[in-house]
């Protein structure tokens, strides 16, 4: 009983630790600029976590299977302009997005087909879907923007409600309460967590790791649609260079956010909390009057120190919790 | 000189948070002496190995190497001092040369780059001591599992220690492959080096030792010259209760007529060709193999957890196409693998988890997990198979062998299934613990389970088997109904075919 409690004293600490990081920047740069703390600026914040919390979410569902997706950059391009193209065209805003969540859906689950089917490692198959659904975005558009997307739909997705809160935060966090409730309440959801610490051990448990494995990679396709969705929404035009470099922000994200890429942990409230955290900082080292290139420089560090103390505190961790291990 | 002491462990203990893992542990390992460290999981043998190798460097007391206070700060600081330790199997690269293995981190070199002659023609000649068919030039990854813990031996003598501690040398080995490892632990020993030999197996303290010092919970029991001990004093004092008998049947056998399990023609080539045979319900069938007769394939394959080339399944008379372990769970089978932490249990998930997760679709409603009955039907097999810790948000990662066994099993009974595949159901598991999994298997034989039982422990085979199978280079050699099984007559089907 005593070591269950501690257990869950260390859950605690462990995502109030992210939390604790992102205060400790707002007071900072709060101290440096009080601008940094005006309302506008805060949603401002929140806003720009939405693209990457929403592609981070669908990221950590690879990454706790132990896999990972590059591709996810270029599935937001192909629904930025897959959608645009509807709308356009003159489809029902809401029928454009179901569309473009099944497509999202479907070219995740074409990952996880080539992943499971042909035996190949996740790295591997991103890195090529990644050029090849960029292609396929270049080619759908002959590398033309789409222009004038329906004010219809972009109030719908990214209008404000209340205040200067736009729409977007709330699909941000509805995805999120959905994603956390199937991973901690169906057995989708521990079937992912069991195949990212063991994937044999899983398999020989009379699991279809398979099956498993290409839902979260159709998970991940639906993450980066909404991504797409509320962007196309938010600018109002569709490129197909969208969202180059998306990948590796929303997997930072999911690891600043406790997320192991060797598999089997990682939570969707750490990854929501890790994207609020860098775009806290993004925002914070623009209102300080950082130079760009040094941002870069901040961002990276961020991200490897955030990792090191997640390290440290789970090592902390075992060691609280280490009774027989040794012996 | 025999009589001057190499190690002398003073005041050591060691604390885990939440458990002392030992108390107190003092003794003396002579110069030149096989000393055995004897006790159950959990006993802290390995603990104090660790120690001793630099690999834990806080604890209380103090360790003399030769009558000098030593501290260790690394393995590598041990290594320099020649204490050197045979590690498991698998901790060789699968990747490299036997050879490299060998000399890993310590390669012979010729100016900045490495002196492969030199290097395979060390490792050959230390190989030819140990009696190896294999070369220092094969794969590591290609090798037997035996052959892997010769590698490690063919290590550890590399480093021309003063002494080297094997920590269960012989689970991995058969036969033959003992006899030359004891040949050279004696050879060894003659030529002055200190063994610390870890091990479980009382047979092999009478085999191999001087003299064997028992650890229980972290304390100190007593330290004998092997041959003033009998087996039953040893016993009591590892588990301090009598043990007389354990791998024994102490109920009337007496499985049904009723066929469960029809295995007809099967082949997984090249593996292993034609084999056929019947489980009956309430059966505790022994399948009986030397390493290299692919016992573990063809259960494997029955289960689905392997691809079939021909032959067919029939469960309880109908025939069944089994593609994969979800099939193998769908018509009732479970399967515990040899292997635990590989493929037994899962790493990061809670006992609750891991004994749930074959049957979770018995804790949904209406679409949603209710993780309270996980935790009811966790404890449940918990108090049945007395599991400990019994705590169900505990990883089973970090409980000992015996227990990660049992958390398999719980999962196997969880999900209800008929038929249990067991493979080495005892291997990495101290006395204590397998007394309790001989208990079980006939208990679960007794409740109506019908039980493959696949080991290379002749005593477990012949103790608890209602019919023996005998297997040699992928074929069934002999089927022995229940009379008296002899050993003699089992190895020589085994060996000869």
């Known amino acids: 009983m005593y070591k269950k409690k501690k257990k869950k004293n260390i859950k605690i600490i462990r995502e109030f630790g992210i939390i604790l990081a992102i205060f400790l920047i707002v007071i900072i740069f709060t101290i440096i600029n009080?601008?940094?703390?005006?309302?506008?600026?805060?949603?401002?914040?929140?806003?720009?976590?939405?693209?990457?919390?929403?592609?981070?979410?669908?990221?950590?569902?690879?990454?706790?299977?132990?896999?990972?997706?590059?591709?996810?950059?270029?599935?937001?391009?192909?629904?930025?302009?897959?959608?645009?193209?509807?709308?356009?065209?003159?489809?029902?805003?809401?029928?454009?997005?179901?569309?473009?969540?099944?497509?999202?859906?479907?070219?995740?689950?074409?990952?996880?087909?080539?992943?499971?089917?042909?035996?190949?490692?996740?790295?591997?198959?991103?890195?090529?879907?990644?050029?090849?659904?960029?292609?396929?975005?270049?080619?759908?558009?002959?590398?033309?923007?789409?222009?004038?997307?329906?004010?219809?739909?972009?109030?719908?997705?990214?209008?404000?409600?209340?205040?200067?809160?736009?729409?977007?935060?709330?699909?941000?966090?509805l995805f999120a309460f959905l994603t956390h409730i199937l991973l901690r309440y169906t057995r989708f959801g521990i079937y992912v967590y069991a195949l990212g610490g063991n994937e044999e051990a899983t398999r020989l448990s009379g699991i279809s790791t398979e099956k498993t494995k290409i839902l979260a990679y159709g998970i991940v396709g639906i993450g980066a649609a909404l991504a797409g969705i509320v962007m196309l929404a938010r600018l109002g035009t569709g490129e197909p260079s969208a969202g180059q470099g998306y990948e590796l922000n929303a997997i930072a994200a999911a690891a600043i956010g406790g997320a192991s890429l060797a598999g089997g942990k990682g939570s969707i409230i750490g990854t929501l909390l890790g994207a609020a955290l860098l775009s806290a900082l993004k925002v914070g080292l623009i209102v300080v009057g950082v130079e760009t290139f040094w941002q870069y420089i901040a961002t990276g560090l961020i991200i490897i120190l955030a990792v090191y103390i997640e390290y440290i505190q789970s090592k902390l961790y075992l060691k609280s919790l280490t009774v027989s291990k040794m012996r | 000189m025999r009589n001057r002491s190499m190690i002398k462990f003073k005041n050591i203990s060691k604390i885990f948070p939440g458990a002392k893992a030992l108390d107190n542990v003092s003794f003396d390992i002579k110069k030149?002496?096989?000393?055995?460290?004897?006790?159950?999981?959990?006993?802290?043998?390995?603990?104090?190995?660790?120690?001793?190798?630099?690999?834990?460097?806080?604890?209380?007391?103090?360790?003399?190497?030769?009558?000098?206070?030593?501290?260790?700060?690394?393995?590598?600081?041990?290594?320099?001092?020649?204490?050197?330790?045979?590690?498991?199997?698998?901790?060789?690269?699968?990747?490299?040369t036997v050879g490299q293995n060998i000399v890993l981190g310590y390669e012979p070199r010729k100016g900045q780059f490495i002196d492969f002659d030199k290097l395979y023609s060390q490792s050959d000649k230390i190989l030819k001591r140990l009696r190896c068919k294999f070369r220092s030039n094969d794969i590591t990854r290609d090798l037997s599992?035996?052959?892997?813990?010769?590698?490690?031996?063919?290590?550890?003598?590399?480093?021309?220690?003063?002494?080297?501690?094997?920590?269960?040398?012989?689970?991995?080995?058969?036969?033959?492959?003992?006899?030359?490892?004891?040949?050279i632990i004696k050879e060894l020993k003659n030529k002055g080096t200190t063994i610390i030999y870890v091990t479980h197996k009382l047979e092999e303290?009478?085999?191999?030792?001087?003299?064997?010092?028992?650890?229980?919970?972290?304390?100190?029991?007593?330290?004998?010259?092997?041959?003033?001990?009998?087996?039953?004093?040893?016993?009591?004092?590892?588990?301090?209760?009598?043990?007389?008998?354990?791998?024994?049947?102490?109920?009337?056998?007496?499985?049904?007529?009723?066929?469960?399990?029809?295995?007809?023609?099967?082949?997984?080539?090249?593996?292993?060709?034609?084999?056929?045979?019947?489980?009956?319900?309430?059966?505790?069938?022994?399948?009986?193999?030397?390493?290299?007769?692919?016992?573990?394939?063809?259960?494997?394959?029955?289960?689905?957890?392997?691809?079939?080339?021909?032959?067919?399944?029939?469960?309880?008379?109908?025939?069944?196409?089994?593609?994969?372990?979800?099939?193998?769970?769908?018509?009732?089978?479970?399967?515990?693998?040899?292997?635990?932490?590989?493929?037994?249990?899962?790493?990061?998930?809670?006992?609750?988890?891991?004994?749930?997760?074959?049957?979770?679709?018995?804790?949904?409603?209406?679409?949603?997990?209710?993780?309270?009955?996980?935790?009811?039907?966790?404890?449940?097999?918990?108090?049945?198979?007395?599991?400990?810790?019994?705590?169900?948000?505990?990883?089973t990662i970090q409980l000992s062998g015996g227990n990660q066994q049992k958390v398999v099993l719980a999962k196997w009974l969880s999900a209800k299934v008929d038929i249990i595949f067991f493979d080495e159901p005892t291997k990495g598991i101290d006395i204590g613990a397998k007394q309790e999994i001989y208990r079980l298997l006939e208990d679960l034989a007794e409740e109506g389970k019908s039980i493959i039982m696949v080991s290379s422990e002749l005593p477990e085979i012949i103790g608890m088997s209602d019919r023996i199978i005998i297997m040699n280079k992928g074929r069934i050699v002999k089927t022995l109904n229940y009379t008296k099984f002899s050993e003699e007559q089992i190895l020589q089907f085994a060996m000869e075919g």
Not at chain 1, 71 to 92: D, E, H, P, Q, R
Not at chain 2, 146 to 163: D, S
Request: net charge neutral; aromatic share 8%; hydrophobic share 45%.
């Open chain 2, 205 to 395: 303290v009478f085999q191999i030792a001087d003299r064997v010092t028992v650890l229980r919970d972290g304390k100190y029991m007593s330290t004998n010259n092997v041959s003033n001990v009998t087996k039953e004093y040893l016993i009591k004092n590892m588990v301090g209760r009598d043990v007389s008998a354990f791998a024994v049947r102490n109920r009337p056998r007496r499985f049904e007529d009723k066929v469960v399990l029809d295995v007809r023609n099967l082949s997984v080539i090249p593996y292993f060709k034609n084999v056929s045979f019947k489980l009956r319900r309430g059966e505790i069938l022994g399948v009986f193999g030397l390493i290299g007769s692919k016992r573990t394939d063809v259960v494997r394959a029955i289960f689905g957890a392997d691809k079939k080339n021909s032959g067919d399944i029939f469960i309880n008379g109908i025939k069944k196409e089994i593609f994969s372990p979800e099939e193998g769970l769908k018509n009732s089978i479970g399967l515990i693998p040899e292997d635990r932490k590989a493929q037994g249990i899962v790493k990061n998930l809670t006992n609750a988890d891991n004994i749930g997760l074959s049957c979770l679709e018995k804790f949904i409603h209406f679409g949603f997990l209710n993780h309270n009955e996980k935790k009811i039907n966790c404890e449940h097999f918990m108090e049945k198979l007395n599991l400990t810790p019994k705590d169900p948000m505990y990883l």
């Open chain 1, 34 to 173: 009080p601008i940094y703390i005006t309302p506008y600026n805060i949603i401002s914040i929140i806003e720009q976590s939405t693209i990457n919390g929403l592609i981070g979410i669908g990221v950590t569902f690879a990454i706790l299977t132990a896999g990972i997706d590059l591709s996810v950059g270029s599935t937001f391009a192909i629904i930025i302009v897959f959608v645009g193209k509807l709308l356009v065209s003159g489809i029902n805003p809401i029928l454009s997005i179901i569309i473009g969540i099944g497509l999202g859906f479907a070219l995740g689950i074409v990952n996880g087909l080539i992943i499971c089917k042909m035996n190949i490692q996740p790295f591997v198959v991103t890195l090529g879907t990644m050029s090849l659904y960029r292609g396929i975005a270049y080619i759908f558009t002959g590398g033309w923007p789409v222009l004038d997307i329906p004010k219809n739909f972009r109030m719908m997705v990214d209008g404000d409600i209340l205040y200067n809160i736009p729409v977007s935060i709330f699909i941000l966090l």
């Open chain 2, 145 to 183: 599992i035996g052959e892997m813990q010769m590698t490690t031996i063919a290590k550890a003598l590399f480093h021309n220690a003063r002494v080297i501690s094997l920590d269960e040398p012989t689970s991995s080995l058969f036969g033959p492959e003992v006899n030359t490892l004891f040949e």
């Open chain 2, 32 to 96: 030149g002496e096989v000393h055995a460290l004897l006790g159950e999981n959990g006993a802290g043998k390995s603990t104090l190995l660790n120690i001793l190798h630099g690999m834990y460097t806080e604890y209380e007391g103090d360790i003399f190497l030769d009558g000098q206070k030593v501290n260790f700060k690394n393995p590598h600081n041990a290594i320099e001092y020649g204490i050197v330790k045979v590690h498991q199997e698998i901790s060789l690269v699968p990747e490299l």
